[in-house]
């Protein structure tokens, strides 16, 4: 069974610039959300989705913007970077009728570094 | 106040020690409750889940939830080098969204 993998693993980039970042959910699972970390916290809740639709948003601006496709794989992009974006990037899915008790199945992150 | 408050330690224990780790949350609508491990540089993997009060037992792990004070618990017994990583703590709120602490660096000396 192959587990929740993301693309890239490190990435750096310059202030003002555009990223995505993409999330292959695992095998079976349709709810798919995204996290921040920053280095010494907990995750923060940006997004989730469901069937293709975004059903529940953290604090987080306009400017982080997400997708899910048919096959339940996502997309994170977030426009016009700040310092403050430089964190870890974590993508996880559940499984049918466990996304809403927080069971997650994390992938191992993005590690995004904004210069 | 954050709604969710974790001592970031690191804590450091002898192998083979009981590791109690704990959370403190002000928010009382948290129905469930859950323990993330997350070793350097992984994504968090999912250790213990409970409903509502009470206790949940699984190999050397145990979780303690405690509504009535507002304050999980998590207990690792015949602690292993392996062991060590950052363990935090999740709780769901009304809206279906996971609101964590800033996690505990656990350390296991051999």
């Known amino acids: 069974e192959t587990g929740v993998t993301q693309s890239p693993t490190h990435l750096i980039k310059t202030r003002g610039q555009q990223v995505t970042l993409r999330c292959s959910s695992q095998?079976?699972?349709?709810?798919v959300s995204w996290y921040q970390q920053a280095l010494g916290q907990g995750p923060q809740f940006i997004f989730q989705y469901y069937r293709e639709e975004e059903n529940g948003r953290g604090n987080f601006p306009p400017r982080f913007s997400g997708l899910q496709f048919p096959n339940y794989s996502s997309e994170l992009n977030v426009n016009a970077l700040e310092l403050d974006d430089s964190a870890l990037y974590l993508c996880a899915s559940s499984p049918p009728g466990l996304a809403g008790t927080g069971e997650l199945f994390f992938g191992e992150g993005s590690r995004l570094t904004v210069l | 106040q954050k709604e969710v408050e974790q001592d970031p330690g690191p804590l450091s224990v002898p192998e083979g020690a009981i590791v109690s780790l704990n959370c403190t949350y002000s928010n009382s609508a948290f129905q469930y409750f859950m323990w993330y491990r997350q070793y350097s540089r992984k994504g968090p993997e999912l250790l213990m889940y409970?409903?509502s009060s009470g206790n949940k037992e699984d190999g050397r792990f145990t979780a303690q939830v405690d509504k009535s004070s507002k304050y999980i618990s998590l207990f690792i017994r015949d602690s292993q080098p392996s062991d060590s990583a950052t363990y935090l703590c999740?709780?769901?709120?009304?809206?279906?969204?996971?609101?964590w602490g800033a996690g505990t660096k656990l350390i296991i000396k051999p």
């Open positions: 095998s079976g699972h349709n709810t």
């Open positions: 999740a709780m769901m709120d009304s809206n279906y969204q996971l609101i």
């Open positions: 409970t409903y």
